[in-house]
Structure formats: structure tokens, C-alpha cells
């Protein structure tokens, strides 16, 4: 059974920068798509970014883009949201993902499992 695990979480002012980390369990990892989703406080789960099977493919959510960059590195089976210009509005919950399907899915429902979170506060 797959596990996801995250890291890097933390608190951050405004312009600043993080660094997230989900080390995912199993020899499959370049055979899925991982994503990144978030949780704001009263909000429903959003996408944020996902790679591709063996990540030549990324997409990204719109405010993200340009400030956000997924990657992988498949020699030590983790996934990286490295994250530049935080805003107060970046704010939330973040959670690594696997999904079994093919391309690169953007939605919760398509995602099959899940890591714990790691907090991330941006203070203005």
C-alpha cells in the first residue's frame, strides 16, 4: 500500500519562500501522477500543481503559476512543491496526492491517495 508522506511546511512572511517534500512509499513512483492540493480554513480542497507519469508533464493552477514549481526526483521516490513570492493568500493546508489515472488530473475526486498535510502560513 502506497504512503505519502509531506514536509517542509512552516511559518513564512509575505515574499518569502518554502520548500514542501512528499516521500512516497512503494517502487511505482515514476508510474503515477502526483499532485499538490491545499485546504484553506472554511474552504473546500483545491488543486495547486500535479506531475505527470515520470513528470515530463506539469499543469498548474493559475495563481500559482510562475511562483510555484512541482518536480520530482525518482532516484529517492520524492515529490517537491517549491514555492517563491508566498502571499498571505497561499495560506493553508498542503497535501501530496496520487492519482491512477493517465495525463495530468486536477481534480480531489481523482486522486486515490493521500498524505497528513503540512501547514503552511504566509503572515503579511
Known amino acids: 500500500q502506497i504512503q505519502l508522506v509531506e514536509s517542509g511546511g512552516g511559518l513564512v512572511q509575505a515574499g518569502g519562500s518554502l520548500r514542501l517534500s512528499c516521500e512516497v512509499s512503494g517502487r511505482t513512483f515514476m508510474s503515477y501522477p502526483l499532485g499538490w492540493f491545499r485546504q484553506a480554513p472554511g474552504k473546500e480542497r483545491a488543486f495547486v500543481a500535479v506531475?505527470?507519469?515520470?513528470?515530463?508533464?506539469?499543469m498548474y493552477e493559475e495563481s500559482v503559476k510562475g511562483r510555484f514549481t512541482i518536480s520530482r526526483d525518482n532516484a529517492k521516490n520524492t515529490l517537491y512543491l517549491q514555492m517563491n513570492s508566498l502571499q498571505p493568500e497561499d495560506t493553508a493546508v498542503y497535501y501530496c496526492a496520487r492519482s491512477r489515472l493517465f495525463g495530468t488530473p486536477m481534480k480531489s475526486s481523482q486522486y486515490d491517495s493521500w498524505g497528513q498535510g503540512t501547514q503552511v502560513t504566509v503572515s503579511s
Open positions: 506531475s505527470g507519469r515520470g513528470g515530463q508533464t506539469t
